[in-house]
């Protein structure tokens, strides 16, 4: 092939590197560019923002990164320091104590690890691989570093002499750990006599140095080097290539080996010996982040005044966090999206269920989002927010995105400060506390979302305050063209902030035009692979751990680049990351209800829907679908046309998708039998899953290989996961080819729509599937006729005792005498109700409202004797007041004439006058009346609202 200057731009700034030139295309395949070559042409070119991404990436795969390595134009040498910010790095020690073995975990950024760092560099030309032998110290199932047997290795290269590159060792805790703590390995490459500014870098920075040579007859300049190396204070191996000799210490901490006839693995472990006995004992312990203080010697990228800039802003702003008590940061200095937040959250779904006097109520719980919203103003003026939002606002666009990751940055390293620790296991059981002391970026991004949401709906902004509030949809709009993520969905409150969102987007159709985007959203059970598989799928940076560790929904721009937009009818990707559903810490019915809201919200926003799911098993998964749809079914109002695929992670068997046919069959008809019932429970058209929620079991179920080759720390990534990522990929792109997407606008009145929607729709939310739904509501049936069978043995004995009431038989009732006569019929109801529950195909499902229905039916029988008590007594009253007013007749009779004939001996006057006559009279009739009838009960207004309850 013929390869001129290969020009790589668009990195950060434009760089031209010369790269061989092959004239003669018939030449052998020893001629192509060496792979290391490629990976430093990329990273000369790219700015920090981009090395810090590839970095991370080589780090999570196990690879070695660049420490030191020379500018290929003016040959200054660089640390790129800003690279290793984001790596984080754990591993277990295991210490003998008198009958056991204690084990404890690290995890910490590595450039705040102090740890051993171990240098190889060579002198002279070698027979032997210097980076193939490391790599069985390290893992010997892995090419930590690239080594001249490694697949497109050439015998040339230009950009990789002078490169000093940096890997880890992390034991795992284990009895087979080849080092018993964290060691760094840095491997020096090309002739050591050569790049003399490295080599005494590496010298003054180890706590071991090793050297291969080729033979220990060797030249001056490489004599004076060994020499100088002998009498220093510091641990040193010599590796002779062409000696047979064993190991062997000259003096103490200086040791000899030779490499000749020896197998790579006996050369190993007696290296690994020496390495270990020399740090059993005193050395030197290196750590990353003080290589910033050798700005003498090599150009370190965080000097760069972008960098300076951020990182002084971001100190200030973490300063001000370190001051607080970690479980009061939120409290304290974000208090809109606390308890004030919550509890707005619930009045407003409280308002789409409203009982009673529905007008008052409505009105009250208005009055009390005002005056919660009121609060939030009030209470929006924390120092924190203003150092944040004005440092957003202040800086440069390259200082403002050095400020967010350094936050970022320092706020994460600040969570595995022995504070922290210390709180978890403090507060192991209190979840709540723990959750106040989980805080980062996102957390302030959110109280942003909601001092501007609060300012909005007051619309009567504080006074001074407008120019600033009104300003934060534009700079959240702009970080998310840059890519940042944007929370959708409050995972803490289970609710989204529409005001927010909806300004949001308007701001970004602002600056982008209102772009057509396609909306792929994941869904999955918690610690399913979501996350993981979307940042290897678009290098994104979603929140990656163990855990629950995405909370809500977040979505994220991805822009097409421009060789394949030509295919597409939009412009971006829209990637919606969810949190993990059915989470073991959050369990019980409310967490069923925020799962299945947020599952039917990601599914009906996206246009298409990855199902991921951690193994073969698709159950819980159906569950959730089950519920989805029917929901989607009662939302008739809302217009969506939403697709699905199935993700199968970590299945190991390679026939599993020829295998799984059957299981696919399964599958389907599993998924249209619960789409059916649903569609008789809903009475809608249905007969099929992909009537609702578009799905080919033929095409659309794909299966993963595990991510790892191996047991962490150590494992590298398995190069078929990454195959898998991307041929789902490539199927997920040819699916939206098909697409036209959803403009930006669209997108937000569905955001709105949908959630209205859903907050409208409560009750099948509550349930784990379709058949729970058709189940429950079968069991109310029954319940109904209970209850009917208890009011009609009520009214038999009400019936009963009326008449002995009015014959005088009766003038007295007691509770128990109540209780005695309904006895029976009660007892009869809970057999049945036994029976029922008992007896019924579906019994497995009912025992979980067994304990619930039965204290139903017991209060509903307690209430209706106490009401029968209450009516009876009533009754009595009145036969009673009847004898009563009887007996007085006579008297009554008598003293109304006598008042009747003085009253007309008064009005004799105003005989002429009928009308005034007859006014009079009435007005005196009712005060007598009144008089001789006041301690009669008057009769009650009939409510048949309360009396049908």
């Known amino acids: 092939m013929s390869l001129g200057p290969v020009s790589l731009r668009g990195f950060g700034h434009s760089s031209t590197l010369e790269l061989p030139h092959c004239a003669d295309s018939s030449q052998s395949k020893e001629d192509h560019i060496h792979p290391m070559d490629v990976q430093m042409a990329i990273f000369h070119c790219s700015d920090n923002f981009l090395r810090q991404k590839i970095i991370t990436k080589l780090s999570q795969c196990q690879y070695a990164l660049p420490l030191l390595f020379p500018d290929p134009v003016t040959a200054n040498i660089e640390c790129p320091l800003w690279t290793f910010r984001q790596i984080s790095k754990t591993w277990k020690i295991c210490t003998k104590a008198e009958n056991s073995n204690i084990v404890e975990m690290k995890s910490m950024p590595i450039y705040k690890a102090k740890i051993p760092l171990v240098s190889f560099f060579r002198l002279g030309s070698l027979s032997v691989s210097k980076s193939q032998l490391m790599n069985v110290l390290i893992n010997d199932r892995h090419n930590t570093f690239f ?150 010697e090599v150009r370190v990228d965080e000097e760069a005044e972008a960098c300076q800039n951020g990182k002084s802003a971001a100190m200030e702003l973490v300063a001000l966090i370190k001051k607080m008590d970690i479980t009061k940061i939120k409290e304290v200095f974000l208090p809109c999206q606390g308890q004030l937040w919550y509890e707005w959250c619930k009045i407003n779904k409280e308002l789409y269920h409203l009982k009673g006097d529905i007008e008052q109520e409505k009105a009250h719980k208005t009055q009390q989002l005002m005056e919660l919203r009121q609060k939030q103003c009030d209470a929006s003026n924390s120092e924190l927010m203003k150092l944040f939002t004005e440092s957003l606002k202040g800086l440069p666009t390259k200082a403002g995105e050095y400020f967010l990751k350094w936050t970022q940055i320092l706020i994460d390293k600040d969570k595995t400060s022995e504070e922290l620790n210390t709180k978890q296991a403090e507060l192991e059981q209190l979840s709540k506390q723990l959750q106040s002391a989980t805080f980062g970026l996102e ?316 907050m409208n729709e ?93 204290n139903k039916i017991k209060g509903f029988h307690e209430d209706i004797v106490r009401d029968m008590e209450r009516k009876l007594d009533e009754v009595i009253q009145l036969k009673n007041a009847r004898t009563k007013l009887d007996d007085k007749k006579t008297t009554f009779e008598n003293k109304l004439l006598q008042h009747s004939k003085e009253l007309a001996h008064k009005l004799k006057c105003l005989e002429k006058y009928e009308e005034e006559l007859k006014a009079k009279f009435n007005a005196v009739w009712s005060h007598w009346v009144k008089e001789l009838t006041s301690d009669t009960k008057p009769i009650e207004n009939i409510n048949l609202e309360t009396d049908q309850n």
């Open 147 to 296: 080594h001249r047997d490694c697949p497109g290795s050439t015998k040339s290269r230009h950009l990789m002499d002078g490169l000093a590159e940096i890997a880890w060792y992390c034991p795992a805790g284990k009895s087979n750990d080849f080092f018993n703590d964290c060691v760094a390995f840095c491997n020096l490459h090309g002739d050591s006599l050569e790049m003399v500014k490295q080599r005494e870098i590496l010298t003054e920075n180890s706590s071991v140095i090793v050297v291969l040579v080729q033979t220990l007859e060797m030249s001056q300049e490489s004599k004076a080097i060994i020499s100088m190396l002998f009498n220093s204070q510091k641990p040193l191996v010599i590796l002779s290539a062409d000696n047979d000799c064993s190991a062997d210490q000259v003096e103490p901490q200086k040791y000899k080996l030779g490499l000749k006839d020896r197998s790579q693995s006996d050369v190993s472990e007696e290296l690994k010996e020496m390495i270990r006995n020399i740090l059993s004992g005193p050395h030197k312990s290196f750590q990353l982040e003080t290589m910033k203080k050798m700005t003498n």
């Open 443 to 758: 957390h302030m991004f959110r109280e942003m979302g909601q001092i501007y949401e609060a300012h909005k709906s007051l619309e009567k902004p504080a006074e001074g305050q407008q120019a600033e509030w009104t300003k934060y949809p534009e700079l959240a709009a702009d970080l998310m063209i840059k890519g940042h993520p944007m929370e959708l969905m409050d995972g803490d409150a289970g609710h989204v902030p529409l005001i927010w969102m909806s300004s949001l987007i308007q701001e970004v159709i602002k600056k982008l035009g209102d772009q057509r985007v396609f909306v792929l959203s994941v869904l999955g059970l918690q610690s399913s692979g979501k996350s993981t598989m979307l940042n290897a799928m678009f290098g994104l940076e979603f929140a990656v751990s163990a855990g629950r560790c995405t909370k809500g929904a977040y979505m994220q721009l991805v822009k097409l680049s421009e060789e394949i937009q030509k295919d597409y009818t939009f412009d971006y990707i829209l990637v919606v990351d969810t949190e993990g559903l059915r989470a073991l810490e959050l369990a019980g019915n409310a967490t069923l209800h925020h799962d299945n809201e947020l599952a039917t919200f990601v599914v009906g926003l996206g246009n298409l829907t990855l199902i991921n799911i951690f193994g073969e098993n698709p159950a819980d998964m159906q569950d959730i679908l089950q519920i989805v749809v029917q929901a989607f079914m009662r939302m008739k109002k809302v217009k969506i046309s939403p697709s699905c695929v199935f993700v199968h992670q970590n299945v190991t068997d390679i026939a599993a998708a020829v295998k799984n046919m059957d299981g696919k069959r399964c599958l389907q008809e599993k998924l249209d039998a619960m789409t059916q019932l649903a569609a008789e429970e809903e009475v809608c058209a249905f007969e099929c899953f992909s009537d609702v929620i578009a799905f080919n079991v033929q095409e659309d179920v794909k299966y993963f290989a595990q991510i790892w080759e191996g047991s962490p720390p150590m494992a590298p990534p398995n190069p078929g996961y990454s195959e898998s990522v991307q041929e789902l990929k490539a199927s997920i792109l040819s699916k939206a080819s098909k697409s036209d997407g959803i403009l930006l606008s669209h997108f937000g009145t569905k955001i709105q729509d949908l959630w209205n929607a859903l």
């Open 762 to 854: 409560h009750f099948v939310f509550s349930f784990k599937n379709t058949q729970e739904i058709a189940v429950y509501r079968e069991l109310e049936v029954q319940y109904g006729n209970w209850t009917l069978a208890l009011r009609s043995e009520m009214l038999n004995v009400e019936n009963q005792l009326f008449p002995k009431i009015e014959k005088g038989q009766l003038d007295d009732v007691e509770l128990t005498d109540l209780s005695n006569q309904m006895s029976n019929k009660y007892e009869e109801v809970m057999k049945k109700m036994a029976a029922y529950f008992n007896d019924n195909k579906d019994k497995e499902m009912l025992v979980q409202w067994q304990g619930r229905f039965e």
